[in-house]
Every structure is written in structure tokens, then in C-alpha cells.
């Protein structure tokens, strides 16, 4: 099936009347089916089911199962993928893991791209280790230079939040690996992004999350991928009662359970998962390869539009598609006004400080005549200095 004949699907999204939602990296619109499945979650299933929920309703196993529909779209197979809390807790029970299996060397390795809570979390458990570790920041460039004989774990985010760049997965895991260091990736910006085959790449963890181009909602459960051969030697560092081998023995001393069930920890979100589940038949039939066509036909299209029409503007992303994910950002002194001022005109992307307008593309419910319409919009902006109006520069919470 030729990609046009299956994206986008909007009719399976709630997208509000004449909105260009250009801001899926940061939380997917509502699925239809999302909504319809947590109403009937919340009253047909805790409603009249209560507490019985657990077994007849399959609450228990949502982790695991939903795991491994995520599995599937990140190059992973069954079983190697449970959801469970937020990402800034799945990259410290990676971090910990990964540390506990390199006793020997004390260096995290990750770059200054890197989104803030991973660098604070690596921060705060390096502190709570009290035991020499330290975290070590290099340049995105200077990844390769930087892996050496001391580093027990490179931590990175594929995709960088900013402004777009990919890293190559395989290049870097290899050379984490000759150097006998642990490799975990971040995927918060790449799981229904870009097209991720975890099991050829070999790196032994990776998280990410599921609100964002997987549309699971404000708050939905992050991921976590533990490489088959090694689940069952991990030391889990949050013993958590469901990720005991037993949890209804309600034995006094932690045993871990088996494989990737060992990273959960406390009771599931059911209503989120829920709607994650409902959220992830949009992937139906959808190959991440159709995705990442779309998307950079869509990117590519904005950059030439966008750039060609707005001069003022400079590309602060990539301009190869080969080293750019799902999204793309243009530097602007005044770029937080901009955004506002396009936000007022129902075009929604957002602004990252201290001069980044980001703006993703999602080919699942985005397309060409979506971009057009953004591009006009926002040459108009530039073009009449509309950003200029004192309401667009208050800054809020939320940016
Ligand atoms: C979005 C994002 C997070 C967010 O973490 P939460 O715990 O879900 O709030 C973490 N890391 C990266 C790389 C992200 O892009």
C-alpha cells in the first residue's frame, strides 16, 4: 500500500476546528477511541467491576501487554518492553541497572543535548551512590570521541528535544560496546517518530515515553526495554511488590520476577493505560518506514516554505533529513513571541529558551496542505512584525 492511501488518518484524532497542531512532540492530540475506551474503563469496567477489575478486566497485565504492542514499534519483541510510572523513573532504574552491572568504572557518559531530568536524575543518583561516580558531559558531535576504557554506561537521547538531531544508534552502541560500556538510549522523541530497530542496534536498555508521538494522553505510563539475554541478571533498583516474582505470596524479602517484569513497580495507572491502549490502534497497519516517509516529505516542506518565506528566520535543525527526526526548529530572537502570536492564529507548535520555535510534524494526522497553511501564517507574522504586539511577549508557565 503506497503511503498516501493510509496517512493521515485525522478521522481518528479530536482535533479542534481549524487547529494545525504542530506540537505532537510535545503531547499527542485525543483519540477518538481513546476517550470512548477510558468512559467505558471508568464506569462499565471500575464502576461496575470494582476491584475484580484486576483479573476480569486484565488490569494486571496491562504492563506487560501494552508493552508489547510499544515493542513492536520500536524493533523489539515480545516481552522485552513493560510500562509502568514517568520517564524521569525509568531512566534512573536504567541508569542504576546499567551502573550495578560495570562495579569497576564510575563515569556516565551522556551530552549537553541531552533533555534536563536525564541529566538530573544520572545527578541524584550519582549523589545517592556516594561512591565516586560522576557524570560526564561532552558535545552531541563528540560522542565517539568521548566513549573511553572508564565509561561504564553511555546514556543518551536519540533524538535531541531542541532542535531535532539523530544520533546514529549503531555507531555509537558499537563503540560504547568495544569499549565495554553499557549503552542505553532515550527514545522519548523517537517511538513513533522515526523508525527504531532496538534488537539490531544491541544496546541493553532504552525508555522513553508515550504521551508524546504516541498520543497516550497528559501523564501516560513511560516504556522500558531491557535486551532479552540480559532481563533476567538485571538488579532492579526499585523493588517494588509488582516487580516481585510473587507479588500475591506478599513474601517479606524481595526476589525480582522474571525478565522485564522485574522494572515494574507499584500499581499500574489503569485509566491511562487505557487510553495508551485505545491511542495505539491508530498504528494499525501503519509501518514506522510509511511514518518516516511522510514525515520527511512534511519536514522538508516546512524547511523549504518556512525558510525560503521568512529570511529573518534561521534553521536551527539539521538540514539533512538523514540527521533530523520528527521535527524542526527555527532560531528567532523574539521566537517566544512568535509563537504566540501563531498560537493566537490556531497554528500550535512551541518555543524552548532561549530562542527555539519547535515545530513537529506527525503524519498521522498532519499533511501537506497543514504545512501550507502554517507557512502562510507564519510569513504573515514575520512579514507585518506582528510578533511585535506587547500581549505576545507575557510570558507564561508553560512555554
Ligand atoms: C519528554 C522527555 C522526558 C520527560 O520525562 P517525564 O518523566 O515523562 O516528565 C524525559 N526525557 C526526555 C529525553 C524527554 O524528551
Avoid at 164 to 174: F, P, V
Avoid at 203 to 219: D, H, S
Avoid at 242 to 264: N, T, V, W
Avoid at 296 to 314: M, S, T, Y
Wanted: contains cysteine; negative net charge; proline residues 5%.
Amino acid at each position: 500500500m503506497s503511503k498516501t492511501a493510509i496517512l493521515p488518518r485525522k478521522d481518528l484524532f479530536h482535533l479542534p476546528d481549524g487547529l494545525i497542531y504542530l506540537d505532537g512532540n510535545s503531547l499527542g492530540p485525543l483519540p477518538r477511541s481513546a476517550s470512548e475506551r477510558v468512559a467505558k474503563t471508568v464506569s462499565s469496567e471500575w464502576g461496575d467491576h470494582l476491584i475484580t477489575g484486576w483479573n476480569v478486566d486484565g488490569w494486571m497485565e496491562q504492563p506487560s501487554r501494552i508493552g508489547n504492542r510499544i515493542a513492536k514499534l520500536v524493533g523489539a519483541s515480545d516481552a522485552t518492553v513493560v510500562l509502568g510510572d514517568t520517564l524521569s523513573i525509568k531512566v534512573y532504574q536504567a541508569l542504576s541497572s546499567a551502573l550495578s552491572m560495570k562495579p569497576d568504572r564510575k563515569v556516565i557518559l551522556s551530552d549537553t543535548g541531552n533533555f534536563p531530568t536525564d541529566l538530573y536524575m544520572a545527578q541524584g543518583l550519582v549523589s545517592q551512590l556516594s561512591d565516586g561516580h560522576e557524570l560526564k558531559l561532552c558535545e552531541p558531535e563528540n560522542v565517539l570521541e568521548a566513549i573511553d576504557e572508564n565509561v561504564a554506561v553511555v546514556m543518551l537521547t536519540h533524538v535531541d528535544y531542541r532542535t531535532g538531531r539523530m544520533h546514529d544508534m549503531e555507531t555509537i552502541t558499537r563503540a560504547a560496546h568495544r569499549a565495554g560500556a553499557v549503552m542505553i538510549w532515550d527514545l522519548a522523541h523517537s517511538a513513533g517518530a522515526v523508525p527504531v530497530n532496538l534488537e539490531a542496534v544491541g544496546c541493553e536498555f532504552a525508555v522513553g515515553c508515550t504521551y508524546k508521538y504516541l498520543n497516550g494522553g497528559p501523564g501516560a505510563p513511560a516504556f522500558i526495554y531491557i535486551r532479552k539475554d540480559l532481563a533476567d541478571d538485571v538488579r532492579p533498583a526499585l523493588c517494588g511488590w509488582l516487580g516481585h516474582d510473587s507479588p500475591f505470596a506478599f513474601e517479606q524479602s524481595y526476589r525480582p520476577a522474571k525478565a522485564i517484569e522485574r522494572m515494574r513497580v507499584g500499581t499500574p495507572p489503569v485509566l491511562q493505560m487505557a487510553a495508551l491502549d485505545a491511542a495505539l490502534d491508530a498504528w494499525d497497519g501503519v509501518s514506522m518506514d510509511d511514518i518516516r516517509a511522510a514525515s520527511v516529505e512534511l519536514c522538508e516542506l516546512f524547511i523549504n516554505e518556512a525558510g525560503r518565506r521568512c529570511p529573518q528566520l534561521q534553521l536551527a535543525s539539521p538540514r539533512k533529513s538523514e540527521l533530523r527526526g520528527s521535527q524542526v526548529s527555527f532560531a528567532f530572537e523574539e521566537g517566544y513571541a512568535v509563537i504566540q502570536a501563531l498560537v493566537a492564529r490556531k497554528v500550535i507548535g512551541d518555543f524552548r529558551a532561549p530562542d527555539l520555535m519547535r515545530f513537529g510534524f506527525t503524519p498521522l494526522y498532519i499533511d501537506r496542505e497543514d504545512v501550507l497553511k502554517a507557512c502562510d501564517i507564519l510569513e504573515e507574522i514575520m512579514r507585518d512584525k506582528i510578533w511585535d504586539e506587547e500581549k505576545y511577549k507575557k510570558k507564561q508557565a508553560v512555554t
